[in-house]
């Protein structure tokens, strides 16, 4: 007499899951630059792409001024300040309650003297509308012209 046995149950695959995407860090929480960093053009040009590329509709605007003029000549920020369609498109992103989160995905020198550094940079923007789901993803391009200032180095042009 042979016995057969039924074969055990087999559980389903685990189903394999993507870890969530790495969240862009919030400007606001990051801590301010070292004296090395601002000495260094790569790390200022990345801390203001992050933080010109990120906006929260509830944040006060004067923070945004504030964390970007240790960042950049006092003339572009001025300029960015002038620039009266951004404002109205700024305007109207708050009111949508539509949040930015840039994240640097690659950056390079593409020129480097003592009187200036031209840096190319890609930022991955993610755009995030109030009662959306999915939050759309867009890389953009930047060049942004640093000059020196005291021991360090501030943002005085950008390009997109």
């Known amino acids: 007499m042979t016995t ?15 870890p969530p995407p790495e969240a862009p860090p ?7 630059l070292t004296s090395a960093e601002q000495a260094t053009p790569e790390a200022v040009a990345e801390r203001f792409l992050v933080t010109y590329a990120s ?19 006092p003339e572009l920020l001025e300029e960015l ?11 109207d992103l708050r009111r949508r309650k539509v949040t930015f989160a840039g994240q640097v995905v ?5 020129e480097r003297s003592e009187a ?17 789901v999915e939050p759309d993803f867009r890389i953009a391009a930047y060049t942004l012209t640093l000059v020196p200032s005291g021991t360090g180095w501030l943002v005085a042009g950008l390009t997109q």
């Open 106 to 110: 690659d950056l390079t020198v593409s």
């Open 116 to 132: 200036r550094v031209s840096v190319a940079a890609a930022v991955e923007h993610t755009t995030a509308v109030d009662g959306v």
């Open 81 to 91: 300040g002038r620039d009266s369609s951004a404002s109205a498109a700024l305007d």
């Open 26 to 32: 919030d400007p606001s929480d990051l801590p301010a």
């Open 4 to 18: 057969t046995l039924a074969p055990e149950p087999t559980a389903a695959p685990a189903e394999v899951l993507e």
């Open 55 to 73: 906006f929260d509709p509830g944040a006060d605007p004067a923070g945004l001024d504030t964390r970007l003029a240790g960042l950049t000549t």
